[in-house]
């Protein structure tokens, strides 16, 4: 498996000059778009790990369906889809093209920036801090390691430029789809895109997933299979936003990407896989990232169709 993985970075490692970093969070900018690395985490917890899979990257959109399960357990289904809708929208991930011309004006998923922000707003807690320790929390459990935190930098960068996420928020309100302090939402929002991992964390995160919210750390299940369930079929449909559908037919798995040039992938029931690759294509996912995982799922026969 490391061999396979070690061959996979060389044979792909040429994409990487066919994309670009991030630029509209200044900060994403200075991610070495050079990088490429990939870590796989397989259900006895056996780590392989092959490439630069030190990096450390933020999560950005990779949050979605972590903060979407933790809203679903403080909410229930029903209270959660008055919010945000299940269906895949064709545009890019920060449009708002279709929040004005769709009756009613709900986000059309939790994958894209409106409805990630929409299911932000329905976190519990006392207080903002409380909400932000509560993700934080869940993000520390399902990746194995207690010392996840934000990148100040990062979260500063986004915040200060974050004027599309602004408006999609302050549109949202007007619609009675956000209710409470704007500005504190998009403010948890920028904090969970902005926590700190490497390809391993993510990797224990898919593994999470893949194993239907079985914690390895406790040896418990502590997410409802079914609750897994639907945010991995979000996955499938809208984890690649506007590239899901041809990402589903060359890879297979249930995904999710973020414009840091992360991706992490629940092949269910068997592993968890991390990917780094900053340069991204057209549509914000990692060019180099889905080469290997297009490889990787053909090798291993790890398509779920
Ligand atoms: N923080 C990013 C944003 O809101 C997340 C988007 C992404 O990773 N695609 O624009």
Redesign the pocket.
């Known amino acids: 498996m490391q061999l396979l993985l070690k061959k996979l970075i060389e044979k792909n490692r040429d994409w990487v000059n066919h994309g670009k970093a991030?630029n509209?969070?200044p900060e994403l900018n200075k991610m070495d778009s050079k990088n490429l690395g990939v870590v796989l985490v397989d259900t006895g917890g056996k780590v392989y790990r092959a490439g630069d899979y030190q990096v450390k990257f933020t999560v950005?959109?990779?949050s979605k369906p972590i903060v979407l399960l933790l809203a679903l357990l403080d909410n229930g289904e029903d209270t959660v889809f008055k919010k945000v809708g299940k269906e895949p929208t064709g545009d890019p991930?920060?449009s708002m093209v279709k929040l004005e011309t769709l009756n009613p004006s709900k986000p059309l998923n939790p994958m894209i920036?409106a409805g990630?922000i929409a299911v932000t707003s329905l976190i519990r807690g006392k207080s903002k801090e409380e909400k932000f320790f509560r993700i934080l929390d869940l993000f520390r459990k399902i990746s194995q390691n207690p010392k996840l935190d934000i990148n100040m930098d990062v979260y500063l960068s986004?915040k200060k430029t974050?004027d599309?996420?602004r408006s999609i928020a302050y549109f949202l309100r007007d619609v009675g789809i956000l209710e409470g302090d704007v500005e504190e939402i998009l403010d948890l929002?920028?904090r969970q895109?902005?926590i700190e991992v490497t390809c391993e964390d993510v990797a224990n995160m898919g593994m999470f997933l893949a194993n239907q919210g079985f914690d390895r750390g406790s040896g418990k299940n502590i997410v409802p299979k079914y609750l897994t369930q639907i945010v991995k079929t979000f996955m499938v449909t809208c984890g690649m936003?506007d590239a899901s559908g041809e990402y589903a037919i060359n890879v297979g798995i249930p995904s999710k990407?973020?414009?840091?040039g992360g991706i992490m992938c629940a092949v269910p029931n068997k592993m968890g896989i991390g990917v780094i690759g900053p340069a991204l294509d057209l549509k914000?996912n990692s060019i180099a990232g889905i080469k290997i995982l297009e490889d990787l799922s053909k090798e291993l026969k790890l398509s779920i169709f």
């Open positions: 991030a509209y969070i950005q959109s990779m991930f920060n920036n990630a986004e974050g599309r996420n929002y920028f895109c902005s936003y990407s973020g414009v840091s914000g």
